[in-house]
T-cell receptor
Framework: GQNIDQPTEMTATEDAIVQINCTYQ??????LFWYQQHAGEAPTFLSY????GLEEKGRFSSFLSRSKGYSYLLLKELQMKDSASYLC????????????FGKGTRLSVIA | EADIYQTPRYLVIGTGKKITLECSQT?????MYWYQQDPGMELHLIHY???????EKGDLSSESTVSRIRTEHFPLTLESARPSHTSQYLC????????????FGPGTRLTVL
């Protein structure tokens, strides 16, 4: 079966650092994606990991451990505009299969 | 990123009407997808396509149909709209390589009265 787990909700304060975890169990693995989705809008692509390690992109970083079936998205210097849902998605096999999405983590950034 | 267009952006329609939601893209991507998403809830895959004349059913496909006659277009049709179809419908595309990123269009917000 395919299963992706991430926390439902998180709250953090401005300028803080927050880590959103994602664990997955899929029949295969061909890449992990993180998306940001503001309320009422479409998801936008944040990051992609296919090899173990950390990928940094500005204030956002994403980490992958394939042996543990684990990833996290790290957001630094939080801003109010970072309040959104963050979706973890896995491509579980060949590139032709649709992404398997988690249910998303709703992050609230407070002053 | 892909240029993905969805029309209409908002639609309010009565029960029983037939509707077609349009999705078009200009990047020549082979793979296209339709998702349904209620506010604050998870994405549900409705249909997808690997290329022209290819269509596959997702988890939530039984009340809708799609076609892929041209690479650029992937319309979604509801034969008889019901209030339970009220939702946001998101179209997405992915490039032609195996690990290409999936990008989303702006969505169509449908309300069935």
């Amino acid at each position: 079966g395919q299963n992706i787990d991430q926390p439902t909700e998180m709250t953090a304060t401005e300028d803080a650092i927050v880590q959103i975890n994602c664990t997955y169990q899929t029949s295969g693995f061909n890449g992990l994606f993180w998306y940001q989705q503001h309320a009422g809008e479409a998801p936008t692509f944040l990051s992609y990991n296919v090899l173990d390690g950390l990928e940094e992109k500005g204030r956002f970083s994403s980490f992958l451990s394939r042996s543990k079936g684990y990833s996290y998205l790290l957001l630094k210097e939080l801003q109010m505009k970072d309040s959104a849902s963050y979706l973890c998605a896995v491509r579980d096999n060949s590139g032709n299969t649709p992404l398997v999405f988690g249910k998303g983590t709703r992050l609230s950034v407070i002053a | 990123e892909a240029d993905i267009y969805q029309t209409p952006r908002y639609l309010v329609i009565g029960t029983g009407k037939k509707i077609t939601l349009e999705c078009s893209q200009t990047m020549g991507h082979d793979k296209m997808y339709w998702y349904q998403q209620d506010p604050g809830m998870e994405l549900h895959l409705i249909h997808y396509s690997y290329g022209v004349n290819s269509t596959e059913k997702g988890d939530l496909s039984s009340e809708s149909t799609v076609s892929r006659i041209r690479t650029e277009h992937f319309p979604l049709t509801l034969e008889s709209a019901r209030p339970s179809h009220t939702s946001q419908y998101l179209c997405a595309t992915a490039g032609n390589r195996g690990t290409d990123t999936q990008y989303f269009g702006p969505g169509t917000r449908l309300t069935v009265l």
